[in-house]
């Protein structure tokens, strides 16, 4: 399984994408491990900051995913550029948003996405996954703790690092905005934010998804899976066995506790 799970991410890394783009001190990123809803904090902030609106077509021209668009486009853009990343500490993000999101839902999402993306076969089981999602061998961002605990140890009192839990951001999304447009020093009305909030929504994205036809959503071949699959917390508890996400509190736990998702 472990070659075609990190098959993806090696293109990427081929393409010299990602971890070696060029940063400037100006730039503004928009971190998380995968599946932790960097996604719609981009549409939020895209929201924010666009005066058209905001879809899966151009939402990595306003706001690019290092991944996906070039050093040499990414140089072109306007300073201070909005930057989506998944990488774990780097020194050189002066002012990062890092979105958190509890492992045993980000283990079910990262799953389903992987099956759709074709990063593993359709008949590989979620115990199997959840086993190489334990080690960080999915991908080249480290695993999960090393990820979110990279950051956090490095920067969690830095007043240019926010950190942001989708849990939040799903029980209180005005809320988790408005602390982004503050972040951010964008001075706006209470109006503003709110339709930034009902165009970034779950149901809105998921039509746009549709439209754009994202990552050939309206394909036979990527198996009925939606980029925008579930959107909610605590999946889990029905799509876990038990003995997994209890390997995962086992391994992960401290870090947990300290966030609050144990
Ligand atoms: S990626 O591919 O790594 O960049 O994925 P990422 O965007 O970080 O995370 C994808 C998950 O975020 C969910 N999502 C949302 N949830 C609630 N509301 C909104 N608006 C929203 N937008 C994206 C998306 O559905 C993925 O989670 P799952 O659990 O798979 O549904």
Redesign the pocket.
Same mark, same amino acid.
């Given at each position: 399984m472990r070659s075609n799970l990190s098959r993806g991410w090696e293109i990427i890394r081929g393409r010299q994408l990602g971890r070696n783009v060029q940063v400037f001190n100006s730039d503004i990123f928009i971190v998380?491990?995968? %599946?932790? #809803?960097?996604?719609?904090? %981009?549409?939020?902030i895209a929201n924010l900051i666009s005066i058209t609106d905001v879809n899966f077509n151009n939402i990595d021209t306003i706001i690019p995913?290092i991944y996906r668009n070039k050093d040499k486009e990414l140089i072109k853009k306007k300073q201070p550029r909005f930057l %989506?990343s998944?990488e774990y500490f780097n020194p050189k993000y002066k002012k990062v948003i890092y979105?958190a @999101?509890d492992p045993r839902?980000?283990a079910?999402?990262?799953y389903?996405?992987s099956i759709k993306l074709k990063f593993i076969e359709k008949d590989v089981k979620l115990h199997d996954f959840v086993a190489k999602f334990l080690n960080g061998n999915v991908d080249c961002f480290g695993s999960w703790q090393e990820n979110v605990g990279s950051w956090l140890g490095a920067r969690e009192k830095n007043e240019n690092f926010l950190f942001l839990k989708?849990e939040d $951001?799903?029980s209180n999304?005005l809320g988790e905005l408005n602390k982004i447009s503050d972040f951010l020093s964008m001075n706006k009305s209470i109006q503003e934010l709110n339709e930034c909030v009902e165009k970034?929504?779950?149901?809105? $994205? @998921?039509k746009l998804e549709l439209q754009n036809d994202f990552e050939s959503v309206k394909s036979s071949n990527n198996e009925g899976l939606?980029? $925008? @699959?579930? #959107? %909610?917390s605590g999946?889990w508890r029905e799509a876990l066995d038990k003995k997994d996400s209890d390997l995962i509190e086992k391994q992960w736990g401290d870090l947990m506790k300290k966030i609050g998702y144990l």
């Open positions: 998380s491990y995968p %599946k932790s #809803g960097n996604t719609w904090t %981009k549409f939020l995913n %989506k998944h979105i @999101r839902d980000v079910v999402s990262y389903y996405y989708y $951001m799903l999304t970034s929504s779950f149901e809105n $994205m @998921r939606y980029f $925008m @699959r579930s #959107g %909610k999946e």
